[in-house]
């Protein structure tokens, strides 16, 4: 018996394909690391009633880059959630300038999200500020990770707008 190989995500070619290889190994990195972190802080609680204090900080970091670069892999990957039964029901063309119009209105506002979360970082990184908590961590090393995550965001919004010009027949 012979599995039938699923075909990856459409692809607009190389560069984004290995724009999606490392956001996923970044990902994937990230992953391991909050479930090791988490793991080993229970582990420490429950079994040492110790704490190692950071935990918490760190893994609010990690949700905030898994969630922005999670998303990117899921509208590269078309799992993010779609109205299909509205949208189906539309003529392939209109369907493809439907398509189109919210790529350029999200590609719009990621643009400007990742502009403005910029500047904030910036702000931080020329004020010295720093994080209220046991690591003082630096803010800009935290906010960088929102100008990233709107860029790659981005990066994979125009990968999606390629994509609507090519034929139907051409994935």
Same mark, same amino acid.
């Given at each position: 018996?012979?599995?039938? !190989?699923?075909?990856? %995500?459409?692809?607009?070619?190389? +560069?984004?394909?290995? #724009?999606?290889?490392?956001?996923? #190994? #970044?990902?994937?990195?990230?992953?391991?690391?909050?479930?090791?972190?988490?793991?080993?802080? #229970?582990?420490?609680?429950?079994?040492?009633?110790?704490?190692?204090?950071?935990?918490?900080?760190?893994? =609010?970091?990690?949700?905030? +880059?898994?969630? *922005?670069?999670?998303?990117?892999?899921?509208?590269?990957?078309?799992?993010?959630?779609?109205?299909? *039964?509205?949208?189906?029901?539309?003529?392939?063309?209109?369907?493809?300038?439907?398509?189109?119009? +919210?790529?350029?209105?999200?590609?719009?506002?990621?643009?400007?999200?990742?502009?403005?979360?910029?500047?904030?970082?910036?702000?931080?990184?020329?004020? =010295?500020? +720093?994080?209220?908590?046991?690591? !003082?961590?630096?803010?800009?090393?935290?906010?960088?990770?929102? %100008?990233?995550? *709107?860029?790659?965001?981005?990066?994979?919004?125009?990968?999606?707008?390629?994509?609507?010009?090519?034929?139907?027949?051409?994935?």
């Amino acid at each position: 018996m012979q599995l039938e !190989r699923t075909q990856g %995500p459409a692809s607009a070619g190389p +560069f984004f394909d290995i #724009a999606a290889r490392i956001t996923g #190994a #970044a990902t994937g990195t990230m992953l391991v690391a909050l479930v090791s972190l988490v793991c080993l802080e #229970a582990l420490l609680r429950g079994g040492f009633n110790y704490s190692l204090g950071f935990a918490e900080e760190l893994t =609010g970091y990690g949700v905030v +880059f898994m969630t *922005f670069f999670g998303a990117a892999l899921s509208l590269r990957s078309e799992s993010m959630f779609q109205v299909h *039964f509205l949208l189906d029901q539309w003529p392939e063309g209109t369907r493809r300038w439907l398509v189109r119009a +919210f790529v350029l209105v999200a590609l719009l506002i990621c643009v400007i999200l990742a502009w403005k979360t910029k500047d904030l970082t910036l702000s931080s990184f020329s004020r =010295g500020k +720093f994080a209220p908590t046991v690591l !003082r961590t630096p803010l800009w090393i935290p906010q960088l990770i929102l %100008p990233l995550g *709107f860029s790659v965001l981005a990066l994979f919004l125009v990968e999606q707008m390629l994509l609507t010009f090519r034929k139907s027949g051409d994935k």
